[in-house]
């Protein structure tokens, strides 16, 4: 121990602690001091934050927007539509930070304990390591939990390390007779899984038996929850207040559960079939004082499963279940009468250990010295009579630093301390930091989740057909090149074919055993743009010396759980620079899907991307920007995976056709578009089952009065309808200066992948839009105009929402007039230079803002009287029509302000 005088060591701002002498163990330092540096990790955020699940707000909140100019962000608040002042964003993130208190659901109760967990969930395969989550949902008035499995599908980036990042997968969702106060995963410091996670609502305390299912046959992924014990309050009496305050599970036994109520009277459980049974209580008066007036209590199990701790706001000790009567080891001594204990929590480096938090300090305690010293002690000088201060302890670093972040309910950013062992003394790893968790939500729990670094995998290009080059397999565990031309051509097929046969039975694995994240890493999938093979930097000695000199990056997960019922994950990195990259053709689970991990985080802002070094010029075709109108259509569309049904295409038929019988029932005249009608509920990435079902929909509709625009329609005034007339020639035709153009060598086949998604979704966006569904006007009705075209009422009325070209459009056509008097042109054609002196009055359009309409690719162009441009220069057709002068429009008035 260090020497000390009192309740034991304490460091803090320019105050090491004592120092001891020691020579022989550090001769360059030979006085040793309990506050260190460099023994911890420093968490950078990686910009990488994202909403998991929406908090649940009961007052409409002020919408912000983020707009990025030369690096800086600027942070508006509109508070109407018609306020455009700027507010400087300090002030914006107090005002949303002491809103989001105001406008929460509930007050501060000192009982609700921690609503977010974190541990380890049985499945059907009997495998104990997959991660699961348990929070608190606001569906039902804070009465449901969700129960989720956490996926680690997408990789977190630092220079030649990486991590998986966890997410949401198979979920379900509990449903209880009264709000939930408290969720907490069991977990078992001996050999064996806790099948348990324990439920605290304000009636009972519940012990769901929780488990991960998997159909072999199916494919398909569920989760199951059954109610396995259920214990009530004990009866209302002079030592019971018949109400539970907290509860426990233990660690060593995980059939034991411990619980406490108001007064501080606590009681252990035995779980024995189906059925709980009291094994011991403990006496009231020694846990509440007369100077406690707080219903507050804590319990948790301490050094062996005959240890409890019991703590309230001015008492912390151990009491032995073996003993007939209630006798207390106090363990802390608090520093005055002022200060209160807010928050324990066991301590990961030592079963003795225990970090204790008060409002004055982070207290590292042992119970083999109880009564009076402490290990160590930082003062945090936040407010005192924050009584929202919890801390969360996570172990980093191998199990040898314990990292406790401090949070509160009236804080914005989280406070880490790193405590550790070094020669056998209890030292202060690093100075205290914190990090910024977002001004906009309040945080009513945390968990923290290391995530393992690993040397990152790198990608090379295949070469399908078999030449000098051939392509990368695995072969007995090793990545060679097969496929080279040999003289023995039945041999080196034999050797591919081989070597591939392995990658599929690997490939085969990894699917059945897709639970175990170990092999994710090491199986091989054969479903890439290339195969991924060790970096170089691991083979030879040169490799080896690097990997000991070069410094291994630390990553950090944190979710967090807000009082308004959203669940947020913030990621964070050791290194300086990190970022999110999808690991070959892997995707996330159908009930989430993260368009952070799908688009880019930042994305250039021109119209040309930067990474499209060659191609097309700009001037020819316009590449227009998806960014706006995808972020709206991902959420909807969930890409889909090996748990999804295979006949996606059928159901959405199904609901297509569904869709048109009930909305033409009525023999309505407007028109609807097919992706109008009814929406996939995921992605449909078989574009062959999709151009086969659009052909058979328009079979099925031809001879009844329901009329289906061919998709060659609609596509013609897009493309060059002699190339592009399906849903896989636009998907061929998009790629091709989309794809196609990227420079592979510059440019990471995970962004080459991630682009090849995009396209491959707005063709089926755009095959949807373009076809239109009507029906057929009687005998009677086919020479009358309809109404809706003569006096453009429904046109009129949503003028708000179209463009101003479409607007213009609208006011300028003429009755009765045919489009047979028009001439357009296709998307990116390029017209002739004039051979004589004639004014152009075309114009190309400018690209398509976020309010404007998303596939209006091409409209029709009024002459104006005059010209800009020279004569002499050619100008790229336009994407509307051009008229032919009629004497109504010679009369008309001029305008120069055409499209």
């Known amino acids: 121990m260090w020497p000390s005088s009192g309740r034991g060591v304490s460091v803090g701002y320019g105050h090491p602690g004592s120092a001891i002498y020691l020579p022989t163990i550090s001769p360059d330092e030979p006085f040793q001091t309990a506050r260190r540096h460099g023994f911890g ?72 304990g921690p609503l977010l967990s974190t541990g380890l969930l049985r499945n059907s395969k009997h495998r104990e390591n997959i991660h699961g989550i348990a929070f608190a949902e606001n569906d039902t008035g804070g009465n449901s939990v969700c129960v989720a499995r956490l996926r680690l599908p997408f990789r977190l980036t630092a220079g030649r390390y990486s991590a998986r990042v966890p997410i949401i997968g198979t979920q379900i969702s509990l449903d209880f007779d009264a709000k939930v106060n408290q969720v907490e995963f069991g977990t078992n410091l001996t050999d064996g899984l806790n099948p348990f ?36 309050p004990e009866n209302p009496g002079p030592k019971s207040a018949g109400n539970q305050v907290h509860a426990t599970q233990n660690p060593f036994d995980y059939s034991q559960v411990a619980t406490i109520d108001s007064m501080g009277s606590f009681f252990v459980y035995d779980l024995n079939d189906d059925s709980t049974q009291l094994r011991a209580c403990g006496d009231p008066s020694y846990v509440a004082g007369q100077d406690d007036l707080s219903t507050w209590r804590h319990i948790l199990w301490g050094r062996d499963s005959n240890t409890l701790l019991v703590a309230n706001r001015r008492q912390l000790g151990y009491h032995d279940v073996r003993e007939p009567t209630a006798k207390i080891t106090h363990s802390v001594r608090l520093a005055n009468n002022q200060v209160r204990i807010y928050d324990v929590a066991r301590s990961p480096l030592s079963e003795h250990e225990n970090f204790v938090l008060t409002s004055q300090s982070i207290m590292w305690t042992d119970d083999r010295m109880p009564g009076s010293r402490i290990l160590l002690e930082w003062d945090h000088f936040v407010d005192t009579k924050d009584t929202s201060m919890k801390i969360d302890v996570t172990p980093i670093k191998d199990n040898t630093v314990a990292m406790v972040t401090l949070y509160s309910q009236l804080l914005p950013l989280n406070i880490v301390y790193q405590f550790s062992h070094h020669n056998g003394m209890p030292i202060s790893a690093d100075d205290p930091y914190y990090y910024s968790t977002g001004p906009d939500t309040v945080a009513h729990t945390i968990a923290c989740i290391p995530l393992e670094s690993r040397i990152q995998k790198r990608f090379r290009p295949r070469t399908k057909k078999r030449g000098p080059f051939g392509r990368w397999v695995k072969v007995d565990g090793d990545v060679v090149m097969q496929g080279v031309a040999t003289d023995d051509k039945e041999d080196n097929q034999e050797q591919l074919e081989e070597a591939e046969g392995k990658d599929n039975e690997e490939d085969g694995d990894e699917d059945e055993d897709e639970e175990e994240d170990e092999e994710e890493d090491e199986g091989d999938g054969d479903d890439g743009d290339g195969d991924e093979v060790e970096d170089e930097g691991d083979g030879g000695e040169q490799g080896k010396k690097e990997d000991n000199t070069e410094e291994i990056p630390n990553f950090l997960c944190t979710l967090k759980l807000s009082r308004d019922y959203g669940l947020f994950r913030q990621l964070l990195s050791s290194g300086k620079y990190a970022r999110v990259n999808i690991r070959g053709e892997e995707k996330p689970d159908d009930q989430e899907s993260e368009v952070e991990d799908i688009l880019p985080l930042n994305p250039p802002k021109a119209i040309v991307p930067d990474d499209y070094s060659k191609g097309h010029d700009p001037s020819e075709v316009f590449l227009y920007d998806f960014r706006s109108t995808y972020h709206t259509l991902f959420p909807s569309l969930p890409v889909s995976d090996d748990g999804l049904p295979e006949d996606l295409v059928a159901q959405y038929a199904k609901k297509l056709g569904k869709g048109i019988n009930q909305l033409f029932s009525e023999g309505k005249r407007q028109v609807h578009s097919l992706g109008e009608i009814a929406a996939p509920e995921h992605a449909l990435v078989n574009l062959n089952e999709l151009s086969n079902m659009v052909s058979e929909l328009q079979k099925h509709y031809e001879k009844s009065k329901i009329n289906i625009f061919p998709l060659s329609h609609g596509l013609q005034t897009l493309f060059d309808h002699q190339t592009v007339k399906s849903v896989a020639d636009i998907d061929r035709y998009l790629k091709s200066f989309w794809v196609d153009s990227i420079d592979a060598d510059n440019v990471s086949p995970e962004s080459i992948q991630r682009k090849r998604l995009l396209t491959t979704m707005i063709a089926v966006h755009l095959t949807l839009s373009c076809m239109g569904v009507h029906t057929s006007p009687g005998k009677q009705e086919q020479n009358v105009f309809l109404a809706d075209l003569e006096n453009y009422t429904d046109c009129k009325i949503k003028t708000k929402k179209l463009s101003q070209s479409v607007d213009l459009l609208l006011n300028e056509w003429e009755d009765g007039q045919s489009t047979k008097d028009y001439e357009w042109h296709k998307l990116g054609t390029i017209k002739e230079k004039p051979k004589d002196m004639m004014h152009d009055f075309s114009t190309v359009p400018p690209p398509p803002s976020e309010s404007q309409s998303f596939f209006s690719f091409s409209q029709p162009v009024f002459p104006s009287s005059s010209s800009s441009m020279p004569a002499s220069i050619s100008q790229p057709a336009s994407l509307g029509k051009r008229p032919r002068p009629s004497a109504s429009q010679k009369r008309k008035k001029k305008r120069n302000d055409g499209f």
């Open 41 to 112: 990790v420093r968490f950078h955020d990686c910009d990488l934050s994202r909403t998991i699940r929406p908090p649940v707000r009961s007052l409409s909140q002020p919408v912000h927007s983020h707009i990025e100019r030369k690096g800086i962000i600027h942070t508006m608040t509109h508070y109407t539509s018609a306020s455009n002042e700027m507010i400087p964003s300090g002030i914006v993130n107090e005002y949303t930070h002491e809103s989001s208190n105001i406008l929460a659901l509930s007050g501060y109760d000192p009982t609700v």
């Open 197 to 232: 996670l324990l439920v605290r609502t304000s009636r009972s305390t519940m012990l769901m038996d929780t488990k991960l299912n998997f159909d072999p046959i199916t494919g398909v992924k569920s989760m199951s929850s059954e109610l396995a014990y259920e214990i009530l």
